[in-house]
Nanobody, 121 residues
């Protein structure tokens, strides 16, 4: 499965952005999806994940209540709605896939190219 993230950009603090991650290739099998981010000089960190059905989600404490992950399996796409953005949300955002949420959050091996999100204060 190939992943392509998009939707990043420059936004003022307090604003919103929606990221998309489109999957292509062997999408016939079920898979969980997740979002991670990496700020300059920092390690990549988990942001959110969602199961194949969408019935289970997981969020990092730093984004709970502000970010929402969702997916449209008919379009093979996962979304990350980011509201109330803060300067500390500035990072390159990556999407990843795995068999389950646990796999995605702990040992994802399939990654897409990142999309830059910059939040100005």
């Amino acid at each position: 499965v190939q992943l392509q993230a998009s939707g990043g950009g420059l936004v003022q603090a307090g604003g919103s952005l929606r990221l998309s991650c489109a999957a292509s290739g062997r999408t016939s099998s079920t898979y969980a999806m997740g979002w991670f981010r990496q700020a300059p000089g920092k390690e990549r960190e988990f942001v959110a994940a969602i199961s194949w059905s969408g019935g289970s989600t997981s969020y990092a404490d730093s984004v709970k209540g502000r970010f929402t992950i969702s997916r449209d399996n008919a379009k093979n796409t996962v979304y990350l709605q980011m509201n109330s953005l803060k300067s500390e949300d500035t990072a390159v955002y990556y999407c990843a896939s795995g068999k389950t949420i646990v796999v995605v959050t702990t040992r994802a091996s399939n990654w897409g190219h990142g999309t830059q999100v910059t939040v100005s204060s």
